[in-house]
């Protein structure tokens, strides 16, 4: 196909330029409370080595990356979406989500509330379907749940517990405030031939913004989610062995 010399080619310029309009936004995760731990500490905890601080929202250990997932987006009404970002959900935000989900696994609990984790079908409504009760406290905790059954099926996570339901999904929370942050799992510097998983670690507040309490630290419940990536995909998310990196549990 011969472009013409300029209709053709500027229409799509517009499209490109107009898919980029909309950008992500963070969530302010607050210090922990007193003898709780902070997102770069659990992740040592449960990877090994030392994780610093990576610019303003990032960790790292020096073998893996720690990359925060935009929790929002910024832009104006009407802008596109970019489907398919790296939560493979409706957006670049972790508010939905689509793979071939593997399992999911507590990695830690800071809360005085008890805490189950699960999920929503589709992108809006449904009921909350519960995949596993967590047991202990800090890190040693059980509780984890295979996720075949739901593997390739549009989906928000869901966090169940003695102060009720939150989702992943900002407009479904009843005060309409950020309740899940989330990091995928990066090798830093990527090796080909070994495990192909991706990795996300998700953390959740269960305190309301307005309750008694409310700290927003986002420590209470922590979950590893791991997934197949597409097979287009395998070259581009470097295949380190990371269960074999792990401090805890074979």
Same mark, same amino acid.
């Given at each position: 196909?011969?472009?013409?010399?300029?209709?053709?080619?500027?229409?799509?310029?517009?499209?490109?330029?107009?898919?980029?309009?909309?950008? =992500?936004?963070?969530?302010?995760?607050?210090?922990?409370?007193? =003898? !709780?731990?902070?997102?770069?500490?659990?992740?040592?905890?449960?990877?090994?080595?030392?994780?610093?601080?990576?610019?303003?929202?990032?960790? $790292?250990?020096?073998?893996?990356?720690?990359? *925060?997932?935009?929790?929002?987006?910024?832009?104006?009404?009407?802008?596109?979406?970019?489907?398919? /970002?790296?939560?493979?959900?409706?957006?670049?935000?972790?508010?939905?989500?689509?793979?071939?989900?593997?399992?999911?696994?507590?990695?830690?609990?800071?809360?005085?509330?008890?805490? $189950?984790?699960?999920?929503? @079908?589709?992108?809006?409504?449904?009921?909350?379907?519960?995949?596993?009760?967590? !047991? =202990?406290?800090?890190?040693?905790?059980?509780?984890?749940?295979?996720?075949?059954?739901?593997?390739?099926?549009?989906?928000?996570?869901?966090?169940? =517990?003695?102060?009720?339901?939150? $989702?992943?999904?900002?407009?479904?929370?009843?005060?309409?405030?950020?309740?899940?942050?989330?990091?995928?799992?990066?090798?830093?510097?990527?090796?080909?031939?070994?495990?192909?998983?991706?990795?996300?670690?998700?953390?959740?507040?269960?305190? *309301?913004? /307005?309750?008694?309490?409310?700290?927003?630290?986002?420590?209470?419940?922590?979950?590893?989610?791991?997934?197949?990536?597409?097979?287009?995909?395998?070259?581009?998310? /470097?295949?380190?062995? @990371?269960?074999?990196? *792990? *401090?805890?549990?074979?």
């Amino acid at each position: 196909m011969r472009w013409s010399r300029f209709g053709t080619l500027s229409t799509a310029l517009v499209c490109v330029l107009s898919a980029s309009t909309a950008f =992500g936004g963070f969530t302010t995760i607050r210090p922990p409370h007193p =003898g !709780e731990d902070s997102h770069a500490q659990i992740f040592s905890e449960i990877y090994g080595g030392t994780f610093v601080p990576v610019g303003s929202v990032d960790f $790292s250990n020096g073998l893996l990356f720690a990359k *925060r997932i935009d929790d929002f987006l910024v832009g104006e009404a009407g802008d596109p979406l970019d489907m398919g /970002g790296p939560t493979g959900g409706e957006d670049d935000t972790d508010q939905t989500w689509r793979a071939q989900f593997t399992n999911a696994i507590a990695e830690a609990r800071f809360a005085a509330f008890e805490q $189950s984790f699960g999920y929503y @079908l589709g992108a809006t409504g449904g009921s909350f379907q519960e995949l596993f009760d967590v !047991e =202990g406290e800090g890190y040693d905790v059980t509780g984890q749940a295979p996720l075949p059954l739901i593997a390739n099926q549009l989906l928000r996570w869901g966090r169940n =517990g003695d102060n009720g339901l939150f $989702s992943s999904r900002i407009a479904d929370n009843t005060d309409n405030e950020d309740h899940m942050v989330t990091y995928q799992i990066i090798p830093s510097v990527p090796s080909a031939g070994e495990d192909p998983r991706v990795r996300w670690v998700v953390f959740w507040e269960d305190i *309301r913004r /307005g309750e008694p309490f409310e700290d927003f630290d986002f420590n209470d419940l922590v979950v590893e989610i791991t997934a197949i990536p597409e097979p287009a995909s395998l070259a581009s998310f /470097g295949l380190v062995a @990371l269960l074999g990196m *792990r *401090r805890r549990r074979a």
